[in-house]
């Protein structure tokens, strides 16, 4: 390779990083920002609905609890939910 190829191999090569380092830093931004406005705001509390199911095939009744946040099903109660986050209240209102 000539000289010239060179320089312009190096210049290419300095203009594909700096792209990537400010492709990096803007969504390093982003993302703080995003973390920023999400720890300003009210965590979602709610509490656990208990409701009686019947599973396909089974005579036996089951308790299954919805979260009252995100209405998704789920087998236990657990102090948060694991779908929407929100920190759970530990009383269970039946329906």
């Known amino acids: 390779m000539n000289r010239k190829s060179e320089e312009l191999k190096e210049k290419q090569i300095s203009e594909v990083m700096a792209s990537i380092e400010n492709r990096v830093r803007h969504a390093y931004n982003q993302g703080y920002e995003q973390g920023i406005k999400a720890s300003k705001q009210e965590p979602k509390t709610g509490h656990w609905i208990a409701e009686k199911i ?24 657990s ?12 009383r269970i209102r039946n329906e």
Do not use: I, W
Not at 60 to 69: E, L, M
């Open 79 to 90: 102090n948060y939910c694991p779908t929407c986050g929100a920190k759970m209240e530990m």
């Open 54 to 77: 019947y599973p396909p095939l089974s005579d036996a009744q089951r308790t299954v609890y919805r979260c009252s946040c995100c209405d998704l099903h789920f087998g236990c109660v």
